[in-house]
């Protein structure tokens, strides 16, 4: 008896497969390159002799190293003071922006939910139209938070994007007769969300952590609006306040007709600017690793099972 030989599993790929495996490949690598490549000169910059940036003579690897922009930027002691509130306002938006979004989402995506329509719809209407700045600042200090930490993190509470986002994940993610099966067990709504669909739910709570987390960290339009005690200052207005300085320090400078003093003055005022920007962006550039594989889990989940 003759035994036939097991046919290979292996794919056999083509040349056309071979032609779009590599344009796939250099693509990438294209985007990659514009990518990477002002993030590299960012950090050069900011330990390079301004004189080699200004002439365009560094323009990927540092030249003449000098860490005098970030001795400057770090001799302002209300720099500490920003970093240590923006911190703050981070983590307490950040969690104040969970508890109201995963609840709320979770709600919605029950179809049991009396009135989901009309909430949804009135949830909806709030991205198309905006109430305008003058309005919430008068809502803002008629509850009495301007000039507090609230007044940072209360307006941005939530986010309806964000809520729909969440929202999906739930209906597409969390079986029904998951949440079915508790109920027959005794289990209420609230032992129900906390014991069973959160614990189910970390890709989606690490991405609305980050979007949430980075718009805190970012956020200096509302200290601007709302804050005058500069010790509730964050890092953004602290570091917009030292950018602004430099640039005065030069005008007076030039109006005072120094040669010598207006070159120095603008050497420095190069040298801020771009050490200015690493400090702003290196913390969130850290974590973002350790959330990476959250993120992506949590941005792709729809896509995939959808």
């Not at 250099?26 to 490549?37: D, E, S």
């Not at 014991?195 to 979007?211: D, G, H, K, T």
Request: with cysteine; aromatic share 14%.
């Amino acid at each position: 008896m003759k035994i036939k030989p097991k046919k290979s599993s292996k794919i056999v790929e083509t040349k056309s497969d071979r032609i779009f495996d590599i344009t796939n490949k250099i693509l990438v690598w294209f985007f990659i390159i514009i990518i990477m490549y002002p993030l590299i000169y960012i950090v050069s910059a900011s330990i390079s002799n301004p004189s080699f940036v200004n002439s365009g003579e560094m323009w990927l690897f540092p030249k003449d190293i000098t860490f005098e922009g970030f001795q400057r930027v770090f001799e302002s002691k209300d720099i500490w003071i920003g970093y240590r509130n923006t911190i703050f306002y981070t983590l307490l938006g950040t969690f104040i922006n969970l508890a109201v979004t995963l609840p709320c989402a979770y709600a919605l995506s029950r179809t049991e939910l009396v009135g989901k329509g009309v909430i949804m719809g009135m949830l909806i209407f709030t991205m198309f139209f905006d109430g305008g700045l003058v309005p919430t600042y008068l809502l803002v200090r008629d509850l009495g938070m301007v000039n507090t930490i609230w007044a940072m993190v209360i307006p941005s509470a939530a986010s309806v994007w964000n809520i729909i986002v969440t929202m999906t994940f739930f209906k597409v993610t969390i079986p029904r007769g998951l949440e079915e099966a508790a109920e027959v067990d005794g289990a209420s709504v609230f032992r129900t969300f906390f014991q069973i669909v959160l614990p189910l739910s970390a890709p989606i709570i690490a991405v609305m952590a980050l979007f949430y987390g980075v718009g805190h960290w970012n956020q200096y339009f509302g200290a601007l609006i709302y804050l005058t005690d500069r010790e509730l200052f964050p890092l953004q207005l602290i570091l917009r306040e030292i950018l602004i300085q430099q640039e005065i320090a030069t005008e007076i400078m030039m109006q005072g007709g120094n040669i010598e003093a207006i070159g120095e003055q603008a050497r420095i005022a190069s040298i801020v600017k771009y050490a200015v920007m690493i400090v702003s962006a290196a913390p969130l550039l850290i974590a973002y690793p350790f959330l990476q594989r959250f993120f992506l889990k949590g941005v792709m989940i729809g896509s995939v099972k959808g």
